[in-house]
């Protein structure tokens, strides 16, 4: 978890790609990309990291808390000067964020 959260201090706005499948994903949750943006630049709000390998890539299954009883999980890729986000998922229920 340390090492995501310093990745994602030294990270800016402009280095955090939104693919079109995670762009459709966060509109259909009700996300907003300036949300998920707030978010990953505030790596305060990490809470929870899981490293998961697939396909020869490195991805990174973050919980972030975004209120009192809300979390978005994100999992992300971080590349050499971007850091690709490949999905975004909005959790309101305790037995979700398990």
Do not use: H
């Not at 998920?36 to 790596?43: C, E, I, V």
């Not at 990174?60 to 998922?89: D, P, S, Y």
Request: glycine share 2%.
């Amino acid at each position: 978890m340390i090492l995501v959260r310093e990745k994602l201090k030294f990270i800016e706005k402009e280095q955090i790609i939104f693919p079109s499948y995670a762009c459709r994903r966060a509109v259909f949750r009700q996300l907003s990309i300036e949300e998920l943006y707030d978010t990953l630049l505030n790596p305060q709000k990490l809470i929870e990291v899981e490293r998961q390998i697939v396909e020869d890539e490195e991805r990174f299954n973050c919980l972030f808390a975004a209120g009192k009883r809300r979390f978005l999980r994100i999992v992300l890729v971080f590349e050499e000067r971007e850091t690709r986000i490949i999905t975004v998922i909005k959790l309101r229920k305790q037995w979700q964020i398990r």
